[in-house]
C-alpha cells in the first residue's frame, strides 16, 4: 500500500538520539528557519543542526531566543538586547535595544538577512546583517489578534503582503486568528484561521500570487481558501477559486491547522494539523489530493525543503526530524485510480509532465480526433506530459486528415497551437518550415528562430542552406553541427570567424585547405589574413596544425614574408622539438635573397636549437661574415673566416671590430680564442691592437699567464705592456706585476723615456701583488738610473737593511732623505745597520738628531741595545723627556740607564710615572731586588705575581704581608695561602703579629678574616678571632665577628661552642642555631640551647621532636610553656609517631582543627572512630568544613549509631552526603547507605542498595523513579541473575529501546543461557511504537533467530526488512550459514555485488535464477560479471545464454572470449552472443567466431564475417585454412592472403587450386607488372590459350605490349592476344591524335572539321568491352565464329561481341 501512497514520508533525524534532550524540542526553544539548520536552546548553551549531515555544534551562548538562518546567522535575544552574529565569519554583525516597556513575542527570519518580529502592539523588521541598522515599524497588530499567542509570520515573495498568525483558547477550543496586511494599500484584514501561506503559481500562462489559508469560523466546517492578491484590477479579475471544504476526519474532533507549505514545483499545499496529519492540495482547483496521520505527536515546526520540493517538519517531545515529498511516480495514478478523478489526474499530469496518463491522453486524443475536434486533438497532442504525443506518428496523423471546409489544414492547427504553447521538437519544426521554404516565406521563418520556436538540428539547416546561408549557419550553429557551422562561414568568406568558432567548440576542420582557400582570393590583405588565421591555430592548444605543411602551403604561393611572420610566432618559447622548423625558417629566408629578415632574426637571438653548422654556411655564402662566424663551431672555419674576410678591405665592412672582441671573448672557448689570436699575430702584424683589445677584456677568460706566453711567443714587448698595462691596477696576480715592471723597465732602457721608469715607480709604490723578493732582485741587477722604485720595494717589504747596505755611503744623502721623509718609523733597522757597518757614532746621533721625535723609540733602543751602545742614546733620550714626552719606551730606556749608573734609582722608581713597571721591575731584580719590588709595587695590581716571586726569593715576608692586607684582593690572599706555597707559615706569622694588629680600617680587617676563611684555615682564624673579639679591642662588641667565631667553632671546634654560647651575647641566635642544625654540623643541644636562650619555643620544640626525637622532653617542654602552637607541634609529631589517642588529645589542648584531613586519615585508619567523633565535634565548632560533617557521618556510621546517624542529617549540616553514601556502599554497609540514598533523593543509588540487599521490586520502583538507562541496566542484570524475569522483563523495555545499550542487555542474557527469556523480550520489544522500537531491537531479534531459531528468520526479515540493521544481521546470516536470508538482504539493500558473490559461493541452498539476472546488471564489481559467467557455464549452461544477454552491455566481449575457451565447447554456447556483439568489430571475437565456423565448415558464414569484419589475424586464419579439405575455405584462405597485400601467395594457392579466375583477379589488384607477366607466362606454360586471353585483357594496364606480342608469337597464340593489341593501338592511336590535335597550327574558317574515323570502327571513347571473368577450362573453347567472326562481332565498340559472362559467353560458349 506504501508503494503506491503520492508521498514520500521518511524520517531524516532522531533528536535525542543525537544528544538533544526531548524537554527541549518544543515550541520557543527550537526553531527552524529553513531546511538548512535548527537551533535548539538547552541551558546555558545553543545546539546548532546542520540538517545536511546531522552535525551539532554547542555553542556556550545564553539567550532568552535564538533563531539560525540558512546562511549561519545567528539571531540572539536577550533581555531587550537584540544581536546578531556570523557563525563564518565569527564576528557580531548588528544590534539593537528594545524599547522600554516592549518585548518580542515572536520572531523569524523572513530572508537571509532580515528579521521580523512581533511585540504587544506592532510588527518590525530589521536587517541583521548590516552594522548599525535599527527595526522599522511594518505595521500595527489589529484588534482581533488581542490575546493570542503568535506562533507564524508569512511575507509574499514580493515583499508586499505580511501575514501574522495566532492561537488562543476559545469557548470551542483553540481559535485562530490572522492578520492580513497590504504594503501598499496599508491597511490590514482580520480572517478567522489557524494557517496561511503565499505562493507564485502559473495560471494562463502568467504568474499569479496566491494568498492561501485555512477559515475555521465556529459552528461551520473548515474551509481552504485560495485568492490573487496584488493584482492590479485593469489587468483584469485575478484567479481565485471557490471555498473548498477541508475534510478532517470524524476522530480529530478540536483538530486545526498549525502550518501551511507550498511545493513552487508542483503548486500543492502542504497542511499540517495539531493531531499530525497531513492534507495535500491542489492550489489550482482546491481539491484535497491526499490525507494522512503521519505522526501521533504534533509536528510544531516546518519549512520547505528544496531538495525534495516537500517540507520538513520537527515533533514535538519526540524530536523526529520529518520529510514528506510528492511521489511524482505515484501521484496521477493515485489521483486517478484512488481518487477516481481523471480530469484532474489529466490536468495535473499535463501542467507538471508527471507519468501515470498516457492511456488517458491517447484516448482522449483518439476521441477528439473521431469527433472532428482537430482543435482540441492538437491542444491534447501539444500538452501531453513530457511530450508523448508529439511524434512523427502524431503529425503523419494530421497530414492524413481531410481539410475541412472553411478551416485551415490540420497540420497547420497542430503547428499554430504548438507555437502558441511553446516551442517545437526537432521533427515538428522540419516539416512547419519546409512548405515555408517551397513558399519563400524567409521572414516567418526568422521570425520563428528569432522566438527561439524552432529546434535546430542538420537536417533543417541543410533545408535552409538553399534559401539562405546566413539563416542555415544561424541553426547549425543552435544544433551545433560544427562541419556544417564552418563551412557555412567559409562559403560566406568569414574564415576568421569559422576559425574562432572552431576553439570556442573544440572542432577540428580541415584548416590546411582553409589557408589555401584564402591565398587562392589573391585578394591585398589575404596572406595577411592566413598568416593571421595560422598563427592563432598554431597557438590554439585545441587545435592540431601541421607547422610544416602550414609553411609549404605559404611557400607554395612564394609567400616567405608570411611563412616567416607564421613561423617567428609559432616557434616562440625556442623549444628544442622545433628545431627542424627553425632551421627551415633561417634557410628559408637565406636561399630566397632575404638576407636582411635572416639577419633580423638571428640578431634577436630568438631561437638555438637549429642547424648552426648549415645556416653558419649560408651566411658566409651570403656575404653575412658576423652570423657565420657566430655561428661556427668548428674552430677551423672560425679562423677560415679570420684569415680570409677580416684583413681584406673588401669585406672589412661586413666584420665589426667591436663585435668581432666581443664574439671571440665570449662566443668562443678559451683555448680557441687563443688560437684566432695566435692566427690573427701571424697573420697580421697590424691585429696587434685587436689582439690586445681581446686579451685585455677577456684577460680573466683566457688568464693572464696564457696571454703573456702569447707575447712573448712573437717577442711583442710593446703588445705585453699595453695589455699588463690595462689589467695590472685590476690585477692581483705576482707574474702580471712583475712583467710589468720588467716590460716598463725594458721599454725605458731601450727609449730613455722617463715615462716608463715612473711607470716602474708607480707600481712598486702601490702595487700589494707582486713578489717583492723578486722585485728586489730584478731591480737591484737592472740598476735603474732612479733609486726610488728600489727604496719603495725595501721600504714596503723590510728590505731595509739590505737597501741601506746598498746605498751606503755612496748613497748616503738618499739614506738621510729616506729616514727623514719616506719612512722615519725604519729609522731603528737603519741605525742598526749603520752600526753594524761600524758608521761613526756622530753620524748617527746627528742622523737620529735630524729625525727627531719621528723615531720609534722602542725598537731603537732595541737595536742598539742589542749591540750593548745603549749610553749613546741618553742624550737624545734627555733631549726627548724634557720636550714632556709620556712614552713609556723613553722613560724605561732613561730608568734603565739611572739604575745602571746608581743615579737616584729609588726616589726616580717611586716618583715617575711613566716607566713600564713590569720592564723596569724585571731589569732591576738583576741589581737590587728591592728595587724590583718598588716597580711591582707601585703597578698596583699587574705584577701582583712578580711581587710574590721577588719578596718569597729575598725574604722580604713583611714587605708582602703589609701589601696584601692593604691590597685586600681575595685571588692574591687565595694565591699566597695556598698550600703549595712554602712560605704561607712565614707570610701567616708577618700578617697576625704585624700586618693586622697595625691595621685599624675594619675593611681591611674584615677582608683579611675573610681571606683565612676561603683558604679553610679555621684554627688559625678562631686564634685571629679571639685576639679581637675576647680581648678588649674596638672590634669586641662586632656582631658579624661574634658570629665569625661561632661559625668558625662550630665547623673546626665543636667542642668549645657551648662556652662561646654562654661567652658572647652579640651574635645573630636564628643564624647561629641553623648552622647548628646543618646536616654536616649536627649539634642539636647547641641549637636548642641557642633557641632556648633567645625565648624561641616553637623553634626549640621543633628541634626536640624532630632534630632529638624525643617526644616526652617535647611534651614537658609544652607543658612547661603552655602554648598552643606548641601543642599543635607536639600533635603533629604525635600524629605521625601514630599515638592516634595522644594526638588527637592534643589538638584537642591546643584547639587546631588546621590539620582535620591528616587526622580524619589516620583515625580511619586505626579505626579510632569514637575518639574521630569526638574531634570532630570539637573541629565543627571551629570551621564549617563538607569533609567534617561527612567524616562525622562516616564514623557515626561505622560505630553502627545510625539513631544518631539519622538525627545527624536531618538537621541543617555540609556533609558530603553522596560521597559518604557511596563510602558506605562500597564498604558494604548498605543500611546506612539506604539512609543516605534515601534522604538525598538518588534513587539510582537507592536501586543498588536494595539490590545488595536483594530487594529487587523495591529495587525496580527505585529504578522507575530514577530513569536512568544505567539504574535500568544494573536492576536487569541482577534479576536476570536471580531468575526474576518479570521484573527482569519490565527493567529491559526500558533498556532495549536505547540502541546504545541493547548490546549489554543481549550479553547478559547470552551469558547465563537465558535466549527463549530474551527472545520474548525482543518481540516484545519490536511490538512499541517508534521511535521506540528502533532497528536495533529488530536486528538483534533477527540475530537470536539464526541462533536458536533459524526457522523464523526468514519470515522476519521479510517482514521487517526495513527496520533492520542489515550489515549485523548479514554477519549472524553468515556465521549461521543461513544463505537464503543473506541473498534476500543483498537484494533489499540492492548491494547486488555480495548478493552475487553469495548466490554462486552457495548456490545449492539459494541459487535463483530470476533473482541472479535482476542483480547480475546492477553489480558495480564488474569481475562479478565474469565469475558470474564461469558459473553458469560449470553449473548452468542452459541457462548462459539469458545471463549473457542481460549483461551485454556490460561485457569485454574479448574476455568472454578468452574466459569462454577454457571450457569445453563453450564458444558454440555462446555464439548468439558473439553474433550479436560482432558488430563492434572486435579481433577476438571475430576470431572466435570464425574459428567456430571453420570447425563447424560453414564457409559461407566465414566469408560473410570476415567481409563484413575486418579486425581478425588475416594471416593466421588463412595459414589454418589454406590446407583446408574444402575448396571453399582454401579460396577464402587465397582472398584473405590478397587482402593482406600477400599476392604471391594469393595467387600461388589460387594456381594450386585451379582457380585461374581468383589468380587473374590478385593479380589485376596488386597493380604489379611483374606478377601479372609470371601469371601470363604460367598460363603459356599451362598451355591455357583461355585463360591467357583473360589475363591479358584484366591486367590491361600491368602487361607491356611488346611481351604480350612476343609471348604470343612464340607460342603460336597470337589470335589469343589480338583483342589485347587492338585494344592497345586504338589507346596509342587516340593518344597521338590529341597531341597532334594540341601542336597543330590554327585552322582557317573555311577549312572542316576533323572527323574521327574509328568512330565508325565502332571503338568509342573507352576502353573495348570485354568482360572481366576469368575463363573456365571446363568449358570447351567452342567454335571462334570463322576466326573472330560472328561471336566476335566488332560493331558497336566490341560490346557484346566478346561478352565473356558464363565462360566465354556469345561466340565463345561452348
Partial sequence: MADSLPIVFQKLFDLPQLGINPEHIKFGQLTMEGDQNLCVREPNQLALMNLKNGMIQRRPIQADGAIYSSNEVLALRSGTTVQSYSMTQKQKLATFQVPAGESISFWRWVSNSEVAYVTANAVYHWNAVQAGSQPRKVFDRHASLAGCQVINYQVSQDSKWYLAVGIKKGASGIEGQMQLYSVDKRVSQPLKGHAGAFAQITVQ??????????????????KLYVMEVGRDASAGPGFKIQPQDIPFPADAAGDFPVSMQVSSKHDILFMMTKMGYLFLFDLHTGTCLFRKRVSPDPIFATCPHKATNGILGVTAGKGAVLSVSINERNLVPFVRDTLKKPELALELAGRLGLPGAEKLYQQRFQGLLQQGNIAGAAQVAATSPGGMLRTQDTIRTFQGLPVQPGQTQPLLQYFQILLKNGNLNKFESVELVRPAIQKGAKGLIENWIK???????????????????????????????????????????????AMAYSGQVGYQPNYPDMLRKILQTQQPDAAKKAMDMAVQLAQNPNVQLDTAQTVSIFQDFNMIEAATGFLLKVLEGDRREDAILQTRLLEMNLNAGQTKAADAILDRDMFHHFDRNLIANLCERRGLFQRALDLYSNIEDVKRVLTNFNPNPRFQQNLNAQWLVKHLGERLSREDCLECLKQLLQSNPQNLQLVVTVATEYSDTLQPEALIALFDQFNS???????????VNTSTDPEVHFKYIEAASNLGKQSRDPTYFAEVERVCKDSTSYDPERVKNFLLEAKLPEPRPLIHVCDRHDFVEELTEYMYPEMMKYIVVYVQKVSPQKTPKVVGKLLDLDCETETIQNLLNSVRSMCPVEPLVEEVEKRNKLRILEPWLEQRVREGSTESATHNAIGKIYVTLNRNAEEWLQTNRFYEPPVLGQFCEKLDPYLAFLCYKRA??????????????????????RYLVERQDMDLWATVLTEENEYKKELVAEVVGTALPDAKDPDKVSSTVKAFMNANLPHELIGLLERLVLQKSIFSENANLQNLLLVTAIRAAPDRVKDFIHRLDKFDGAEIAAIALQEENQLYEEAFLIYKKFDNHLEAVSVLLQRLHSI???????????????????????????????????YITAQDASNHSAVIEAANGAECYDELVKYLTMARGEMKEPSIDTEIIYALARCERLGDLEEFISQPNVARIQVCGDRLFDDKMYEAAKLLFANIGNNQRLASCHLALSEFKDAVDAAKKANSIFTWKEVNKACVENKEFNLARISGLHIIIKADHLDELIFTYESFGYYEELIVLLEEGILLEEPDAHKGIFSALAIMYSKHRPAALMDHVKAHAKRLQVPKVLGACAQGRHWAEAVFLHRFTEDFDEALKTMINHSPVCFDLEHFLDAAPKVRNQELHYQAITFFAEEQPMELGKLLKVLTEHLDGSRVVHLMQRHKDGIALIMPYLKSIQSKNVATVNEAINKYYVDEEEHEALSESINKFDAYDALDLAQKIEKHELLAFRRIAAKIYENAKRFVQSLELSKKNGMFKDAIDTASNSGDAKLANELLRFFVDEEDKESFCACLYTCYDLIEPSVALEVAWRNGILDFAMPFMIQYVHDSHKKVAELM??????????????????????????????????????????????????????????????????????????
Fill in 451 to 497: 522566438d527561439n520556436k524552432l529546434e535546430a538540428s542538420e537536417e533543417l539547416g541543410d533545408m535552409l542552406g538553399g534559401l539562405d546561408l546566413k539563416l542555415a549557419l544561424q541553426v547549425y550553429r543552435s544544433a551545433g553541427a560544427h562541419d556544417k557551422v564552418v563551412q557555412a562561414l567559409n562559403g560566406l568568406g568569414h574564415y576568421d570567424k
Fill in 1637 to 1710: 590535335k594540341r601542336t597543330e597550327p590554327p585552322k582557317d574558317d573555311t577549312g572542316g572539321a576533323f572527323e574521327d574515323d574509328s568512330a565508325g570502327l565502332g571503338f568509342g571513347d573507352g576502353p573495348i568491352a570485354i568482360a572481366s571473368t576469368a575463363f573456365n577450362p571446363n568449358m570447351g573453347m567452342g567454335n571462334m565464329g570463322g576466326g573472330m567472326g560472328g561471336g566476335m562481332g566488332m560493331g558497336g565498340g566490341m560490346g557484346g561481341g566478346m561478352g565473356m559472362g558464363g565462360g566465354m559467353g556469345g561466340g565463345m560458349g561452348g
Fill in 940 to 961: 698596583n695590581g699587574p705584577c701582583d705575581a712578580d711581587l710574590i716571586r721577588v719578596t718569597n726569593a729575598n725574604s722580604l715576608f713583611k714587605d708582602q704581608a
Fill in 1112 to 1146: 616526652e622532653r617535647a611534651k614537658e617542654f609544652a607543658e612547661r610553656v603552655q602554648e598552643p602552637a606548641v601543642w599543635s607541634q607536639l600533635a603533629s609529631a604525635q600524629l605521625q609517631d601514630g599515638l592516634i589517642a595522644d594526638c588527637i588529645q592534643s
Fill in 717 to 727: 714587448v710593446r703588445g705585453l705592456f699595453h695589455y699588463l698595462g690595462a689589467i
Fill in 205 to 222: 500562462g502568467r504568474r499569479a500570487q496566491v494568498f492561501c489559508f485555512a477559515e475555521m469560523k465556529p459552528g461551520s466546517s473548515p
